[in-house]
């Protein structure tokens, strides 16, 4: 389906061991196996795996790949930080990084705070974004600014983010008036400041670092709910705790101008709806807790997919995951958030599934979301029993057949056979999470046969995730062999292979 006759040609080519079948354009049954377990055949359709999507979009109209607390290696409290953190980020396609930067002796540095974790310098970060940030994709990085330093160390960092990011970085006139946020495809190359950000007229003069002595801005940030404790995320804030916090004075701090004239996406604070409908500007952008999110989409989910189809989200992890644990993000994208940021350094199903998520494309970091989350006219109400205006519901059949020389958990002893089964997981709007598992192959791991169909009825499947995971069955445990995940839009039909490297 939708294979050209050149690109049989070329497969055959590729596929074929024999010389004379390759050059008489044959394809033998030893060339035929390879080609059935090549990426053509995989169950990722390997038209989406070249950018393949419009990328002229604003860039509230994607999904982009986004690490929380980027630099740190193991948990939130006491583990150590490091600039390869951000080269292995970077390099994996991430778009969105995050910079927690605090007073250092000398030097602005960057490490979670209130907590025991190690400090890196923040001009080794910048020297690191600087060489890898476009490695892996061309389009556009944003690096997220959480800002706890003095007014002299933000004049050195806005110093090295000029100096050493130079022309990477893109500049926005005051005297811009946009409605729309710029495409990935007018961004390549350009490196995005996210940040909080004076009034125009608070910005001027000043030119001299000696006498810029900055600006007041409110101090709104996840430090700031780290210095409280952790409570609120995990809901055990009373009504009247909550209540004092909403009708108190925002903490303000004091933002050197030269800092503030690079930030290119300002970090407001959400007040509402209707308040960001009516004042908010397509470059200014909030950022929401896990709990937050939860809390919005639940209630609003209509309101929140139309401020997302203009406003840029960004979803963090609760303070209360201490270990770098990380929460599901599809209930985020369910509504059409864009900037949805895990604890990379965390393997599990949420890193897998946004590793799904973001294998197409060419690995660029972004990827378009479904139209009704762009349009201006729809409407989406993921909790409501109603069709979703624009979707068309579909039914997915997947037949789980055979698999082939599994290997083994790891600390397996010699000898021991596995007795794999298969579980499929779809991850989707809340009428769009099923869960289904085949029987357990006894003793054979080399080439175990289930022969098992599955149905799948999809309300809204171009923003679901499907999920593969292999399992050995044991009294004491079953253990984790592999998984592979992918967009259920990028599914691929007929008899296909789940990659080996999926797992």
């Known amino acids: 389906k939708n294979i050209s006759i050149g690109e049989c040609e070329n497969f055959i080519r590729t596929y074929e061991p024999s010389p004379e079948g390759r050059e008489e354009l044959m394809l033998s049954v030893d060339g035929f196996t390879q080609f059935l377990l090549g990426e053509e055949c995989s169950i990722l359709n390997f038209h989406h795996r070249p950018v393949f999507e419009d990328m002229s979009q604003p860039l509230s109209h994607y999904f982009i790949a986004s690490s929380h607390n980027t630099y740190l290696m193991e948990d939130q409290l006491k583990g150590p930080s490091s600039v390869e953190m951000y080269v292995r980020a970077l390099r994996k396609g991430c778009r969105c990084v995050e910079l927690d930067c605090w007073d250092g002796d000398e030097e602005p540095e960057i490490y979670h705070g209130y907590t025991l974790t190690s400090h890196i310098l923040f001009k080794d970060v910048i020297a690191a974004v600087k060489e890898h940030a476009f490695a892996t994709s061309e389009y556009p990085v944003i690096l997220s600014l959480e800002n706890h330093c003095s007014v002299p160390m933000q004049r050195k960092m806005a110093h090295y983010i000029k100096t050493i990011l130079g022309d990477d970085v893109l500049w926005i006139p005051d005297n811009v008036d946009v409605d729309f946020l710029p495409s990935p495809e007018s961004l390549k190359g350009k490196i995005l400041i996210k940040g909080k950000k004076l009034k125009p007229e608070a910005e001027a003069g000043a030119d001299d670092d000696e006498e810029d002595d900055g600006g007041d801005v409110s101090d709104e940030d996840e430090a700031a709910e780290m210095e409280k404790g952790s409570s ?123 590793d799904g998520r973001f294998q197409i ?143």
């Open 232 to 354: 609120s995320e995990a809901g055990q804030e009373s009504t009247l705790e909550q209540r004092k916090k909403s009708t108190a004075p925002a903490k303000k701090i004091k933002l050197a101008k030269t800092l503030s004239r690079i930030v290119t996406n300002q970090a407001v604070h959400f007040v509402s709806f209707d308040a960001s409908a009516a004042a908010v500007k397509p470059f200014q952008m909030s950022s929401f807790g896990e709990s937050k999110t939860q809390k919005l989409a639940s209630a609003y989910p209509h309101l929140f997919a139309n401020y997302n189809k203009r406003q840029l989200s960004r979803i963090y992890p609760a303070g209360s995951r201490v270990t770098s644990s990380n929460y599901n993000p599809q209930s985020a994208w369910n509504v059409g958030c864009q900037i949805v940021a895990l604890n990379y350094q965390t393997p599990g199903e949420p890193m897998d599934l946004n």
């Open 361 to 503: 494309n060419g690995k660029s970091g972004y990827v378009l979301k479904p139209d009704v989350f762009r349009s201006e006219i729809s409407l989406v109400d993921i909790n409501s029993k109603s069709p979703i205006p624009g979707v068309v519901p579909s039914l997915f059949k997947i037949k789980v057949i055979s698999g082939q020389t599994l290997p083994k958990p790891d600390g397996s002893s010699k000898g021991e056979i596995i007795d794999p089964y298969v579980v499929i997981d779809v991850h989707g709007i809340p009428y769009d999470h099923f869960h289904e598992k085949t029987k357990t192959v006894q003793n054979n791991g080399f080439n175990p046969v289930w022969n098992e169909s599955f149905r799948f009825v999809m309300k809204f499947p171009d923003v679901a995730m499907m999920r593969f995971c292999v399992f050995d069955s044991d009294p004491l445990g079953d253990d984790f062999i592999g998984q592979f995940s992918l967009p259920m839009s990028s599914m691929a039909t007929g008899g296909i292979e789940i990659a080996k490297g999926g797992a």
